[in-house]
């Protein structure tokens, strides 16, 4: 049974960091293209970032580039998204994805979703 699970979420001031995990089971998580999408209440999924299948290319939305970093450990089948400088914008649900193909900043192309964590930016 494949499953994504994130967790880190929470409440962190504006200006602030925090780190989001995502642990992958149940397929062979070096496989995938690995993203990460945010969403709010009445939005659609907006991507956020993305990592190849070994961490050598990574992409970025340009709401996030230079505050937000994306890395993965395939030995702990875990992605992470570091969050920097966060502003009242950045508040969202955060969802990771795994994706069998390229590159993806669409969420079409992922086939696999965790369950979200809430992350919001308040002071």
């Known amino acids: 049974q494949v499953q994504l699970v994130e967790s880190g979420g929470g409440l962190v001031q504006p200006g602030g960091s925090l780190t989001l995990a995502c642990v992958g089971s149940?397929?062979?998580?070096?496989?995938?293209?690995m993203g990460w999408f945010r969403q709010t209440p009445g939005k659609d999924r907006e991507f956020v970032a993305t990592?190849?299948?070994?961490?050598?290319?990574?992409y970025y939305s340009d709401s996030v580039k230079g505050r937000f970093t994306v890395s993965r450990d395939n030995a702990k089948n875990t992605v992470y998204l570091r969050l920097s400088r966060v502003k009242s914008d950045d508040t969202a649900v955060y969802y990771c994805?795994?994706?069998?193909?390229?590159?993806?900043?669409?969420?079409?192309?992922?086939?696999?979703w965790g369950q979200g964590t809430k992350v919001t930016v308040s002071s």
């Open positions: 994805a795994a994706a069998g193909g390229p590159m993806a900043a669409v969420a079409r192309a992922y086939s696999f």
């Open positions: 149940g397929f062979t998580f070096s496989d995938y293209t």
């Open positions: 990592i190849v299948r070994f961490g050598d290319s990574t």
